[in-house]
């Protein structure tokens, strides 16, 4: 009985550990993580994005502009990957998303 309590405890000690904040190395490590994973998302709209234009009705009155959404997504793309790369200290300016994609 006195074992298993000492395996039970020593694996309330071990969670303790695993719940106190990491330093801050740690925190870039998941934030690159996460940076990385959005651009695999973003990058896997692609084909998403050419079947609905695909299956656009090109005789439509309001287009929606496909090719404006595919050019913020690069640049999304873009900016997560120069940021994966070359993590600068200094703030990068981007050009500006379109975010409207009717005409």
């Known amino acids: ?6 395996s039970i405890a020593c694996i309330v000690q071990l ?3 695993l719940a106190c904040p990491v330093p801050a190395l740690a925190d ?5 993580t996460a940076l990385a994973k959005i651009k695999h998302e973003i990058e896997s709209l692609k084909p998403l994005i050419a079947e609905a234009k695909a299956q656009a009705d090109s005789d439509a009155r309001v287009q929606f502009q ?3 959404l595919a050019l913020d997504l690069d640049r999304m793309v873009l ?17 500006p998303l379109k975010g409207d994609y009717r005409h």
């Open 15 to 17: 969670l303790l550990l």
């Open 28 to 32: 870039s490590d998941a934030e690159r």
């Open 79 to 95: 900016g997560i990957q120069e940021h994966l790369s070359a993590p600068s200290t200094q703030p990068r300016s981007f050009p």
């Open 66 to 68: 496909y090719d404006w």
């Open 1 to 6: 009985m006195t074992r298993k309590i000492t």
